[in-house]
């Protein structure tokens, strides 16, 4: 059975800074990964898709890499706003079906 | 496009009514997901349809809940009868093809069963 695991479970750090959200997974044979972001009481939004095939997608301030044969992908946030305050949840696509890590709770203080 | 959406945003029901969670996939997409999310259980996936057709139903909890895909723009999900416990945030997300694409989520609806 796959399992997702984000780590770390929350993360606070001072506006400005660079970080890195990590995901693993058990089951090396994903189709693709998807990072999403949560507000509180929000819905899921996408944030990145990343294929089998590829290596890494950027968006913006956000670069997501995927290494499938260690069983990571990390999500990179350059010099973090306030308004990057959210959940964030990675998401593993395989054999018809989806798996979500539990998240990692960012703030990002002013 | 409008995106996926649910209804109702929010419902407050008390134990032992009928519940009916609607919605609307993203139009072209033929694959409909409903998940579950609780704090202590994170995100669930119930069900899973794919061009109307119930594919993987193991994620429904009990014979109480129901879902149905009568066409490829509208969905439904039923708890029939409710209980404290199923008390959660419930998802539907859709997709073209079954995920190799990613997954298009709604708002969710906040259910409370008092």
């Known amino acids: 059975k796959q399992e997702v695991t984000q780590i770390p479970a929350a993360l606070s750090v001072p506006e400005g800074e660079n970080l890195v959200l990590n995901c693993s997974f058990t089951?090396?044979?994903?189709?693709?990964l998807q990072w999403f972001r949560q507000d509180p009481g929000k819905g899921l939004t996408s944030l990145l898709l990343?294929?089998?095939?590829?290596r890494e997608q950027t968006s913006g301030r956000l670069n997501a890499s995927l290494d499938k044969s260690s069983g990571r992908s990390t999500l990179y946030i350059a010099a973090s706003q306030p308004g990057d305050s959210a959940t964030y949840l990675c998401?593993?696509?395989?054999?018809?079906?989806?798996?979500f890590g539990a998240g990692t709770r960012l703030t990002v203080k002013p | 496009d409008a995106g996926v959406i649910q209804s109702p945003r929010h419902e407050v029901t008390e134990m032992g009514q009928e519940v009916t969670l609607r919605c609307k996939p993203i139009?072209?997409?033929?694959?409909l997901f409903w998940y579950r999310q609780t704090m202590m259980r994170g995100l669930e996936l119930l069900i899973y349809?794919?061009?109307?057709?119930?594919?993987?139903d193991s994620g429904m909890p009990e014979d109480r809940f129901s879902a149905k895909m009568p066409n490829a723009s509208f969905s439904t999900l039923k708890i029939q009868p409710s209980e404290p416990r199923d008390s959660a945030v419930y998802f539907c997300?859709?997709?073209?093809?079954?995920?190799?694409?990613?997954?298009?989520f709604g708002s969710g609806t906040r259910l409370t069963v008092v």
């Open positions: 997300a859709s997709s073209l093809g079954t995920g190799a694409y990613g997954y298009t």
């Open positions: 349809f794919n061009n109307n057709v119930p594919i993987d």
């Open positions: 998401a593993v696509y395989y054999n018809n079906d989806m798996r």
């Open positions: 990343i294929q089998s095939s590829q």
């Open positions: 139009s072209g997409h033929n694959s």
């Open positions: 089951d090396s044979a994903i189709y693709n």
